[in-house]
């Protein structure tokens, strides 16, 4: 099996702080994998690593069966990249923009032209290829990132929040230009924070926390596995709901104001509880990603 | 880390001047008017207004004129101006504000072409306003032809030189504001001693000495001499020395630059 990313004990450090410290994990040609983890978790590190932004530390590291170590020439003219931070090239037009960075991957002029005009009817930007960069919208922008980083048909595609900062609508639209580019069998690599874009987009996952992986796998199963089915919220629980949920042995997190029943039981446990203790401010719902997030990585800020 | 270097360094740099070009190419109506109209200032200024009170100047046992004097050192300045200028702000911003460089990461280039191609293109710029200051200043007949072709290559080298020191400044300045410190402590005192508005002669045995050591008087001795008509071996020397500050600096600014960058 030839594996798009296969990293081995990944590390990496910035002077005294370790940012990354052992990953390993193997995305599968044609999957969406997603990074997840709160700030400063190691996710852009670990991204930055595979496509040869940052050299690594320690550990192994190949893309596409090859060594990062001496190809990194190869592996990065194979992968396409939307950064974090706005890198797009404010002192020329939105098609210039994606035609002169064509030119780096030594594309040659009509090819980059054609696909220039290509990329920019899927992220519906046609009819803004002369304006400047600066005069577009935050979504307008990232969508000519995501754009960009295609220009060199990429194997491999890697987003670094892809849609952080953007308005609902925007991030619809990205969603879907990437739910398109997946559905052509595109292997993606994802960091996010947003665990309704993860669950939506990727196939598998890992959650990081201080440089280290703390669980691997599907969305789905990871939810089963590490919260259940439902979840029943209540707000400003009594004491005698606190007694019959610790009696009865229910998983559960007791924020204060707050107390969250992580349960199998759904809608028999949660009749019980809104009939029994808690008449308003009761609430069943479906268990999702952000429930093993926080579970997992606690509720502190980061900051 | 030096063999990463070594290897990382290819013609893709190209790429990188390129893309200086194409956006030298949506606004070379206003790059194009500084280079245009700045020796004309300079000529009426310095050339009509101060010569009547300088007169003629004994240059290499010559009497030039004042303006003749001056018109080559006008180039040689602008041809520093032009290559720093574009490797220590415009750089910077490119850099610093504009994320470019970290842009152009994610593609096939490595860091040293990137910054390779910024000083190139920094030389490039010295190279255009040159002709263009050429044009104008020929106009006058201050040129000797054919001699005077030379100092279009000439311009490529001077902004190599000074571009490489600018991207070394860009290198390991901490904030844009930090480079009012090399432009005060060594462009300004290089514009205002290095030959270009009177003979380096003139000035005490221990500046001359002093004066040696700054290329732009190297620069202004080539420019002059090339502008004169006055080829001789001893121009050599002059050329050895910015040659050699080429390749001291712009390895240097391309370590560095790395140091800076790849973390």
């Given at each position: 099996m030839q594996y798009i990313i296969e990293a081995e004990n990944l590390r990496k450090r910035f002077g005294d702080v370790v940012a990354v410290d052992g990953v390993s994990f193997r995305v599968v040609p044609g999957e969406c994998f997603g990074i997840l983890g709160p700030?400063?978790?190691?996710?852009?590190?670990?991204?930055?690593?595979?496509?040869?932004?940052?050299?690594?530390?320690?550990?192994?590291?190949?893309?596409?069966?090859?060594?990062?170590?001496?190809?990194?020439?190869?592996?990065?003219?194979?992968?396409?990249?939307?950064?974090?931070?706005?890198?797009?090239?404010?002192?020329?037009?939105?098609?210039?923009?994606?035609?002169?960075?064509?030119?780096?991957?030594?594309?040659?002029?009509?090819?980059?032209?054609?696909?220039?005009?290509?990329?920019?009817?899927?992220?519906?930007?046609?009819?803004?290829k002369n304006a400047k960069v600066t005069e577009l919208s935050g979504g307008m922008m990232r969508r000519l990132v995501l754009a960009r980083s295609l220009i060199n048909d990429p194997e491999l595609l890697i987003l670094d929040e892809p849609t952080t900062g953007l308005d609902p609508q925007s991030r619809h639209q990205v969603w879907e230009r990437l739910e398109e580019l997946r559905s052509k069998g595109l292997s993606i690599l994802l960091t996010t924070h947003y665990m309704d874009e993860a669950s939506r987009l990727c196939d598998r996952l890992i959650i990081m926390d201080h440089g280290r992986?703390?669980?691997?796998?599907?969305?789905?199963?990871?939810?089963?596995?590490?919260?259940?089915?439902?979840?029943?919220?209540?707000?400003g629980p009594n004491s005698k709901l606190r007694a019959?949920?610790?009696?009865?042995?229910?998983?559960?997190?007791?924020?204060?104001?707050?107390?969250?029943?992580?349960?199998?039981?759904?809608?028999?446990?949660?009749?019980?509880?809104?009939?029994?203790?808690?008449?308003?401010?009761?609430?069943?719902?479906?268990?999702?990603?952000?429930?093993?997030?926080?579970?997992?990585?606690?509720?502190?800020?980061?900051? | 880390m030096n063999g990463i270097i070594s290897i990382s360094l290819s013609?893709?740099?190209?790429?990188?001047?390129?893309?200086?070009?194409?956006?030298?190419?949506?606004?070379?109506?206003?790059?194009?008017?500084?280079?245009?109209?700045?020796?004309?200032?300079?000529?009426?200024?310095?050339?009509?207004?101060?010569?009547?009170?300088?007169?003629?100047?004994?240059?290499?046992?010559?009497?030039?004129?004042?303006?003749?004097?001056?018109?080559?050192?006008?180039?040689?300045?602008?041809?520093?101006?032009?290559?720093?200028?574009?490797?220590?702000?415009?750089?910077?911003v490119r850099m610093y504000y504009q994320k470019t460089f970290d842009g152009m990461m994610a593609t096939p280039l490595f860091i040293e072409e990137i910054i390779a191609g910024e000083i190139i293109w920094g030389g490039t710029k010295s190279v255009i306003a040159t002709a263009i200051m050429m044009g104008v200043i020929s106009f006058f007949g201050l040129i000797h032809y054919p001699h005077g072709l030379l100092l279009l290559?000439?311009?490529?080298?001077?902004?190599?030189?000074?571009?490489?020191?600018?991207?070394?400044?860009?290198?390991?300045?901490?904030?844009?504001?930090?480079?009012?410190?090399?432009?005060?402590?060594?462009v300004t005192p290089m514009f205002l001693f290095s030959g270009t508005f009177f003979p380096i002669e003139n000035l005490p045995l221990w500046a001359q000495k002093l004066a040696i050591l700054l290329p732009l008087t190297h620069l202004v001795k080539l420019?002059?001499?090339?502008?004169?008509?006055?080829?001789?071996?001893?121009?050599?020397?002059?050329?050895?020395?910015?040659?050699?500050?080429?390749?001291?600096?712009?390895?240097?600014?391309?370590?560095?630059m790395h140091h800076r960058l790849i973390k």
């Open positions: 700030n400063g978790a190691g996710k852009t590190s670990t991204i930055r690593m595979i496509y040869g932004f940052s050299p690594m530390t320690g550990g192994h590291l190949k893309v596409f069966g090859l060594d990062i170590q001496g190809e990194l020439r190869a592996i990065k003219s194979r992968i396409g990249v939307c950064q974090q931070e706005n890198t797009l090239d404010p002192d020329l037009t939105v098609q210039q923009n994606l035609e002169v960075f064509a030119r780096y991957f030594d594309i040659p002029k009509n090819e980059a032209r054609e696909k220039a005009r290509e990329l920019l009817q899927f992220i519906a930007l046609d009819h803004r992986i703390l669980v691997q796998g599907k969305p789905l199963e990871l939810i089963r596995e590490h919260v259940g089915y439902d979840v029943i919220e209540v707000a019959y949920v610790q009696s009865r042995g229910l998983e559960h997190e007791d924020l204060g104001h707050r107390l969250i029943v992580y349960g199998q039981e759904g809608d028999t446990l949660f009749r019980t509880l809104s009939n029994q203790y808690c008449r308003e401010g009761c609430t069943l719902r479906m268990a999702t990603l952000e429930d093993v997030f926080l579970k997992l990585t606690g509720r502190e800020l980061r900051e | 013609k893709r740099f190209l790429r990188v001047w390129q893309r200086n070009l194409t956006v030298y190419q949506r606004i070379w109506k206003i790059s194009f008017i500084p280079p245009l109209l700045e020796p004309l200032f300079y000529l009426l200024a310095f050339g009509v207004g101060l010569s009547a009170l300088v007169g003629s100047i004994l240059y290499h046992d010559r009497e030039v004129s004042y303006i003749n004097f001056i018109a080559p050192a006008l180039i040689a300045i602008n041809i520093m101006y032009n290559a720093f200028f574009e490797n220590t702000y415009a750089s910077f290559p000439l311009a490529f080298l001077g902004g190599i030189a000074f571009g490489s020191i600018g991207m070394f400044f860009t290198a390991i300045v901490p904030s844009i504001e930090t480079f009012n410190l090399p432009i005060f402590l060594f420019t002059r001499s090339f502008s004169f008509g006055l080829i001789g071996a001893e121009l050599l020397w002059n050329f050895t020395y910015l040659l050699t500050f080429c390749l001291i600096f712009f390895p240097l600014a391309l370590f560095k």
